[in-house]
């Protein structure tokens, strides 16, 4: 039987779900690269140092960068074949990172590493961490934290709840959905894994009720064990984690702390089905679903995608772009960041790839804040966006500080909502930015 959730989170939207292009179209195959790019920085933390040199031969799943730095995971080869560049990329957050360069060999051979792992029973909580930081297993939903990190906290903050994100609330994107429609048993079995490194009894699967059918499976997958499936209301943005412990729980992370801090993690669905994937078969984590859509991509489709493929070849197997596309985003229309070239890798926390026409994309006129406090209704975190906006467009960042800027989100509601068009979300996103890196000094 599947749980209904009443509660619900204070402010949020709700915007056009524009899912129907591509919420029926089963995962295929992406068409096997020529070459890839495999980025040195797909997480947050420390980025990695390459492994192999000019020439080298690698083979799928082979290490081909790592670093020292705990919060850090490495990167490995997902093609089989030679080594034939180091050099920068662009890179979806917009600075260039350092890549290792494979030119495939067709063949896609596996590496010797690459082996199934004794069964979950046999196994103890630092042998799965283990094996989780070995796969380079990093937050799938675009926050791309690594996940032995989230497995790793002090003994002064104990952990007794699990919940397995499955919204998947931004609009447009489905990769989420497929991946629990079609492997609801390797979301489970990835919570099963989270649960026994952690120590947790019971957990979670929040799923928004506009996806009845990943509920049914997931709730069939889920029988006989210890796990309950719960429907929630469809609401952006459900899948945010402090929205999440609070629909679950009913505490509130703290300003400034981490879900640990009320004894919690969460987990993207995808990030569950990688687990499962490295702890049964030793699989790192070398493709993903994307989710390529928009009005302005010819034939939208999910498509499982080997990491390092360009994204320019990802939308050309997907018929290329419209002659009116405008705007190009990684992720979604609220979270995604808009790009300036398509010749940059497929990573990690690639969701999706949307692409939109002149249609949809507004030029906007910025016009002086009109103090409705629409902003402030919405913001599911209690900020002032106005406020914050407003400090950081004058450059006033004591004043944006004050007024919690590092607390935000940035799921964008507040600039979605604005009748005034004020790009509230990347303002604070700006200030936010400076605020942690002063910090850091």
């Known amino acids: 039987m599947i749980g209904r959730m009443v509660k619900t989170f204070k402010g949020g939207v709700h915007p056009g779900h524009f899912k129907s292009a591509t919420a029926g179209k089963p995962t295929i195959p992406a068409e096997p690269p020529a070459r890839v790019a495999i980025l040195m920085q797909q997480h947050i933390g420390a980025p990695c140092e390459p492994l192999v040199d000019v020439g080298d031969l690698v083979k799928v799943g082979q290490k081909v960068g790592d670093s020292k730095g705990f919060v850090s995971v490495p990167v490995h080869a997902s093609v089989s074949g030679k080594v034939v560049e ?62 032995h990190v989230k497995l790793s906290p002090p003994p002064e903050k104990p952990i007794d709840t699990v919940i397995i994100n499955g919204s998947e609330c931004e609009p447009f994107l489905t990769a989420d959905h497929r991946l629990m429609l079609e492997r ?11 649960m026994k490194v952690l120590g947790v009894e019971k957990g979670y699967i929040g799923v928004e009720d506009n996806k009845p059918d990943c509920l049914e499976a997931l709730t069939e997958a889920a029988a006989g064990e210890p796990i309950e499936v719960k429907s929630l209301h469809t609401k952006y943005p459900q899948g945010a984690e402090k929205q999440l412990i609070h629909v679950f729980t009913g505490r509130e992370v703290p300003s400034g702390g981490l879900p640990m801090d009320v004894g919690t993690v969460v987990q993207n669905a995808g990030t569950a089905a990688a687990i499962a994937d490295a702890v049964q078969k030793g699989i790192p984590l070398v493709e993903r679903i994307v989710t390529v859509t928009g009005p302005g991509v010819t034939a939208p489709a999910n498509l499982q995608v080997k990491i390092g493929t360009l994204v320019s070849e990802v939308i050309a197997q997907c018929g290329g772009m419209k002659e009116n596309a405008r705007k190009l985003i990684l992720g979604g229309p609220m979270m995604g960041l808009a790009q300036t070239t398509a010749e940059m890798p497929v990573i990690k926390g690639t969701s999706g790839i949307l692409v939109l026409t002149d249609a949809e994309v507004d030029i906007l006129e910025i016009k002086p804040c009109i103090r409705c406090a629409r902003c402030v209704e919405v913001c599911p975190v209690n900020l002032m966006p106005l406020t914050i906006g407003s400090a950081t467009e004058k450059g006033y960042l004591e004043k944006a500080e004050a007024f919690h800027a590092v607390d935000c989100i940035e799921c964008g509601c507040c600039s979605y909502i604005c009748p005034a068009k004020r790009p509230l979300t990347q303002w604070i996103r700006i200030s936010k930015g400076e605020i942690l890196a002063r910090a850091k000094k």
Request: glycine fraction near 10%; proline fraction near 10%; avoid cysteine.
């Open 184 to 194: 609801p048993e390797a979301v489970v079995f990835g919570l099963k894994v989270l």
């Open 86 to 147: 180091l050099k920068d990329y662009p890179h979806p957050v917009g600075r260039p990172a350092k890549a290792v360069v494979i030119e495939s060999d067709g063949q896609n051979t596996w590496h010797e590493s690459v082996k199934e792992n004794p069964p979950l029973q046999e196994l103890s909580a630092d042998e799965l961490k283990k094996i989780i930081r070995e796969a380079g297993i990093a937050g799938m939903g675009g926050a791309t934290f690594p996940t």
